[in-house]
């Protein structure tokens, strides 16, 4: 897919670190037979990438992965913002660690 295409999708994930980002890349399980993750370059330099997934009925579950270009809420809603006038997605998530916040999460020993 290249800039500027529109393509709806049922689900945009964001992480917040590249690293977060080639983890999201690595899921195969449950894809579509076949498929693979497209990667693609927002204009404002975001990396992304689609892929789809299988349901018990009906079509495919179409995801979206974008990465912040930086940690924080602002990073993410300006990361974020966008792809959702462009991907009018029908759930929002975001993945990955809370690392860098001390007191802001609690950690199972």
């Known amino acids: 897919m290249s800039q500027g295409t ?3 999708v049922d689900v ?5 670190i ?6 999201v890349l690595n ?3 449950g894809a579509v037979p ?3 993750w497209r990667e693609d370059k927002q204009a404002n330099g975001v990396a992304m990438a689609y892929r789809a ?8 579950l179409q995801v979206a992965v974008a990465v912040a270009p ?7 809603l300006s990361t974020l913002i966008p792809l959702i006038e462009k991907l009018e997605p029908r759930c929002i998530a975001m993945c990955g660690v809370c ?5 802001k999460c609690n950690s199972a020993t």
């Open 6 to 8: 529109a393509q709806r």
């Open 70 to 76: 930086d940690m924080a809420t602002a990073s993410a």
């Open 99 to 103: 690392a860098g916040r001390p007191g």
């Open 18 to 23: 590249p690293l977060e980002y080639a983890a």
């Open 53 to 60: 997934f299988e349901v018990p009925r009906g079509r495919p």
């Open 34 to 36: 076949g498929s693979v």
């Open 12 to 16: 945009v994930i964001v992480t917040a």
């Open 27 to 29: 899921v195969d399980s």
